[in-house]
């Protein structure tokens, strides 16, 4: 009997010592360390979210040890990172700035969707932006990034804020409910709702983007006391971000690429390949390099203090950004 137990531990021995010579040599040695478990909120599934879709559906985040939980939290992203609830979070820049100014843990690390990805839509008699001086156009709230960029766009016709009455709704299906029943005259529109209201005869008054450049629409935020005790975990995640834009760029990968965003998104496969040609073609809406320019920082600024969130000189925009993880991750 003890020669055959002694003989069983000899062949384990050999299977094991064998396995790990194998492994060695062929150096597909996997790591013991747990993946990096990071939680990331965002406003609502969609388009913004392409580039998370595509490192998920690749596999590419689990390839750099990192396990992460995509959480659709509406508007509370600025919110639930200061309070630690979220790891990373994904809104609109004055969300994460407000924060960061009342004096929570809070700093913009990704510059992520760089163009605003908005056109203005009004009905069938509005043929100019002047014509909208007396009319109601509907955006996403009295103090939101919409009201920037809609004064930027009436000032192209000559017309200012109080040229026109504003009505809210903060999600653009709201808005554009709005104007296909009559409640506005004009809304400022993201698709798919923008492609549907071209569908339906509405007046296409013309992109946000002509008239505001270098004005970032959506960026990624950090808990900061998070990112301090998990930096190289931050780190894989924006080499993976930054990874799977530059994916999404290739005009090769543009069918699979659409395969995905119906996947995830659950939208339809027309308006997710109408959103590839108007996001990546046209507007090249996401940042090539996940950084916010000097220029870029005076205008949020400056929206800010329009906004009445802000008072001049602005403040160094180091107080606001960490620029330091995409500069380390997307050499």
Not at 226 to 243: D, E, F, H, I
Request: proline residues 4%.
């Amino acid at each position: 009997m003890r020669t055959k137990n002694l003989a069983r531990q000899l062949c384990r021995r050999f299977v094991i010592v064998l396995t790990c010579t194998l492994l060695l040599s062929t150096g597909k040695v996997v790591s013991a360390q747990a993946p990096s478990k990071i939680i990331e909120g965002y406003v609502s599934d969609g388009a913004l979210q392409w580039p998370e879709y595509i490192a998920a559906e690749k596999g590419w985040f689990k390839e750099n040890n990192v396990d992460l939980d995509m959480v659709a939290v509406g508007a509370g992203a600025a919110q639930q990172l200061a309070a630690g609830a979220l790891n990373i979070g994904y809104s609109g820049f004055p969300d994460f700035i407000r924060a960061t100014n009342q004096g929570a843990a809070v700093k913009i690390i990704i510059n992520g969707t760089a163009v605003p990805p908005y056109s203005v839509y009004a009905k069938p008699a509005i043929k100019t932006i002047s014509d909208l001086k007396g009319k109601t156009v509907s955006i996403g709230g009295s103090v939101d990034i919409t009201l920037i960029y809609m004064t930027a766009f009436l000032a192209a016709g000559g017309l200012n804020a109080k040229d026109v009455d504003f009505v809210y709704a903060k999600a653009t299906q709201g808005r554009f409910a709005a104007l296909v029943a009559g409640g506005a005259d004009a809304a400022i529109l993201y698709p798919p709702a923008a492609f549907r209201a071209g569908a339906q005869g509405f007046t296409y008054l013309g992109d946000i983007e002509q008239y505001l450049k270098d004005f970032p629409f959506t960026v990624w935020a950090a808990n900061t006391n998070w990112a301090a005790t998990n930096r190289s975990a931050l780190l894989a995640y924006v080499k993976t971000y930054g990874r799977a834009v530059r994916w999404l760029y290739d005009a090769n990968n543009k069918d699979q690429a659409v395969d995905i965003l119906v996947k995830y998104s659950k939208q339809d496969r027309k308006d997710s390949a109408d959103t590839y040609d108007y996001f990546v073609t046209k507007l090249k809406a996401f940042s090539m390099d996940g950084l916010i320019s000097d220029a870029a920082y005076q205008k949020m600024f400056d929206g800010l203090v329009s906004l009445g969130d802000m008072t001049p000189p602005a403040p160094p925009a180091s107080k606001f950004v960490d620029t330091s993880f995409v500069e380390e991750a997307w050499r």
